[in-house]
């Protein structure tokens, strides 16, 4: 099942990745084509946003939401959102990882927007004006310059 794992710059810096849940278009929905890539699109602004949580947690100045894109069998799942569905905790391995997503550098002052909201409405604003932004991919393979991507994000904050 395709997965979407929120996660921390931090993290993929040390190559560890703690279990937590995921989401995933629900295994028997039974979608395909168009629908299949809306919802699939649904389960990445939900790991996007659990994101934003996570880097509101660490308060490291990282400026970047960060999403895994992971094909992991045997995870258990509940019902989330209509065709979206959370995960059971979960940990990507290097050979379950089909692709990145992370914040161009560009939308970082967005994404530092959200981090400093003080007012639920401060709040709904800045997510609105990020996901004017959309998330940059990234190959398995391009780990080595996505590290130094986010590093140069971190440096700029």
């Known amino acids: 099942m395709r997965i979407y794992y929120p996660f921390l710059g931090s993290e993929l810096a040390q190559g560890n990745f703690p279990p937590r849940n995921a989401y995933c ?10 629908d299949l890539e809306v919802a699939e699109d649904d389960a990445r602004t939900l790991a996007a946003l659990d994101s934003l949580a996570l880097l509101r947690d660490e308060e490291s100045g990282s400026s970047s939401r960060c999403i895994i894109a992971a094909d992991i069998e045997g995870l258990s799942w ?19 990882i089909a692709a990145y ?3 161009p550098p560009d939308a970082a002052p967005a994404v530092r927007k959200v981090l400093r909201a003080q007012t639920q409405e401060e709040a709904d604003e800045a997510v609105a004006q990020l996901w004017e932004e959309s998330l940059e991919w990234y190959a398995p393979e391009e780990r080595e310059l996505l590290l130094r991507v986010l590093e140069s994000m971190n440096e700029k904050a």
């Open 25 to 34: 278009v629900r295994p028997d929905a039974g979608l395909h084509g168009e």
């Open 78 to 96: 509940e019902e989330y959102d209509g065709d979206v569905a959370q995960t059971s905790p979960c940990t990507p391995d290097s050979d379950s």
């Open 101 to 103: 997503f992370i914040d």
